[in-house]
């Protein structure tokens, strides 16, 4: 006889691992950005972090020139896309230094419970025709 799984008591299972799990390794990560010390170094090219703004400037002039301009938009747009990949691009994350119990914990903490959610939400052994 096979045991009858409960998958609300499986989804909030993993729902806590996975929170808790997440929050103890946010708690321990630091981030910081050096956007904003002036350069920006992507793959060894390195541009100063102001001239990243002159696509979205010359689209926001184009704009108010011509409003209904689609390549104006596009220029802004991509102005906009530009400045924030660049943020992304110069964010660092560290952790300190933490035990090997601690990462273990964080690790499993996290994708056991995304394992977990994934069987509640998406697993088998849902029989359709049950009387």
């Given at each position: 006889m096979k045991k009858e799984r409960?998958?609300?008591?499986?989804?909030l299972g993993g729902l806590a691992m996975l929170v808790v799990g997440l929050y103890l390794f946010t708690s321990k990560a630091t981030v910081q950005t050096s956007f904003f010390s002036g350069t920006l170094s992507l793959h060894g090219f390195s541009i100063n972090s102001g001239l990243v703004i002159i696509p979205f400037i010359i689209g926001i002039v184009?704009?108010?020139?011509?409003?209904?301009?689609?390549?104006?938009?596009?220029?802004?747009?991509?102005?906009?896309?530009?400045?924030?990949?660049?943020?992304?691009?110069?964010t660092t994350i560290r952790l300190p230094k933490i035990t090997l119990y601690e990462w273990i914990l964080y690790l499993v903490l996290i994708f056991g419970g995304a394992g977990l959610l994934a069987r509640a939400l998406f697993g088998g052994d849902k029989k359709e025709g049950k009387k």
């Open positions: 409960n998958e609300l008591l499986e989804f184009w704009l108010f020139v011509k409003p209904s301009s689609f390549g104006a938009k596009i220029v802004t747009g991509a102005g906009v896309l530009i400045i924030i990949v660049s943020v992304i691009a110069s």
